[in-house]
Nanobody, 122 residues
Framework: QVQLVESGGGLVQAGGSLRLSCAAS????????VGWFRQVPGKERDFVAS????????LYADSVKGLFTISRDNAKNTVYLQMNVLKPEDTAVYYC???????????????WGQGTQVTVSS
């Protein structure tokens, strides 16, 4: 069992930056893929980025490529999502999750955090 806790969300002006954190407890991220998703009310949960914990390979949604960066801190058992040049359309609840395979599909993720709200004002 993995417990995930996201933090770092908040209100930011367009063009600003935020860094989200996802801390794991219960067990380490070892052998998992860790992903970030986002969701707005009434819409599906969308893939943002993911990383292979053991080797650091990454995958990004086209909409955030070059703007967002996923990274990890092995010692802290924490995954980060650095979000730069934020736009109002990035406003959503952001979730981290873990899966056994590198995938964009939320259905393939086994454990989820509670989410953190990101609001980008214009």
């Amino acid at each position: 069992q993995v417990q995930l806790v996201e933090s770092g969300g908040g209100l930011v002006q367009a063009g600003g930056s935020l860094r989200l954190s996802c801390a794991a407890s219960g067990r380490t991220f070892s052998n998992y893929m860790v992903g970030w998703f986002r969701q707005v009310p009434g819409k599906e949960r969308d893939f943002v980025a993911s990383t292979i914990w053991n080797v650091g390979g990454t995958l990004y949604a086209d909409s955030v490529k070059g703007l967002f960066t996923i990274s990890r801190d092995n010692a802290k058992n924490t995954v980060y999502l650095q979000m730069n040049v934020l736009k109002p359309e990035d406003t959503a609840v952001y979730y981290c999750a873990v899966a056994r395979i590198l995938t964009r599909s939320p259905q393939q993720y086994d454990y989820w955090g509670q989410g953190t709200q990101v609001t980008v004002s214009s």
